[in-house]
């Protein structure tokens, strides 16, 4: 079965640093792997996506993403944070073999980047 | 353009009632989805449809009911509201012929309680 895991409720980071959120995956296949972005009150947007080829993929925002299959890793990373940034980030996955097309969400990580 | 587009916004029940939350498409996406969101547990499918006249479930299928007469619309129905089917829900869609690699689009959610 998928599953997804982002280990930090909360990521704290001063506007101009660069921040690192955390995710984790599970698939018996090869996947396929997404961060979404959600602001207040608002639906999930999509920020990157990795399907194949180059490890590092970049997204909307500045924002990119590094897949590491050894690890199983799909971190999202931005090298100078926004206050504008802070926002609750999804990671979610999708095994290439299955035909359900289901997309599985973690719990979800909030980013609060301070002035 | 329109998007996804969900119905009501915010709805109030008490438990027993029924009632349908509305999504809509206009980008001729095949594939929608609907997922509740709680606090702690990120997003979890409850349904899915690959297509009109094609629906499946997914993690949390239980209580609700979902059908696709045409390529546009998704409703979802609550068959007998319960308390802990108070959430937000959300409706998302992607790009025909590419549900497995695509990303999703959201509609701005509908927030429910139930009394």
């Known amino acids: 079965a998928q599953s997804v895991a982002q280990p930090e409720d909360q990521v704290n980071v001063a506007e101009g640093n660069p921040l690192t959120v955390k995710c984790t995956y599970s698939?018996?296949?090869?996947?396929?792997l997404f961060w979404y972005v959600q602001y207040p009150n608002r639906g999930l947007q999509f920020l990157l996506k990795?399907?194949?080829?180059?490890?590092l993929v970049k997204g909307s925002y500045g924002f990119e993403a590094e897949f590491n299959k050894s690890q199983t890793s799909f971190h999202l990373k931005k090298p100078s944070a926004l206050v504008s940034d802070s926002a609750l980030y999804f990671c979610?996955?999708?095994?290439?073999?299955?035909?359900?097309?289901?997309?599985?969400f973690g719990s979800g990580t909030r980013l609060l980047v301070r002035p | 353009n329109a998007g996804v587009t969900q119905t009501p916004k915010f709805q109030v029940l008490k438990t027993g009632q029924s009632m349908t939350l509305q999504c809509a498409q206009d980008?001729?996406?095949?594939?929608m989805s609907w997922y509740r969101q709680d606090p702690g547990m990120g997003l979890r499918l409850i349904h899915y449809?690959?297509?009109?006249?094609?629906?499946d479930q997914g993690e949390v299928p239980n209580g609700y009911n979902v059908s696709r007469s045409t390529t546009e619309d998704f409703p979802l129905r609550l068959l007998s509201a319960a308390p802990s089917q108070t959430s937000v829900y959300f409706c998302?869609?992607?790009?025909?012929?590419?549900?497995?690699?695509?990303?999703?689009?959201f509609g701005e959610g509908s927030r429910l309680t139930v009394l």
């Open positions: 998302a869609s992607s790009y025909k012929g590419h549900p497995n690699t695509g990303e999703l689009f």
């Open positions: 698939v018996s296949g090869n996947p396929y």
């Open positions: 990795y399907i194949t080829g180059d490890n």
């Open positions: 979610a996955v999708r095994d290439k073999g299955d035909s359900s097309y289901k997309l599985i």
């Open positions: 980008m001729n996406h095949e594939y």
């Open positions: 449809s690959v297509g009109a006249g094609i629906t």
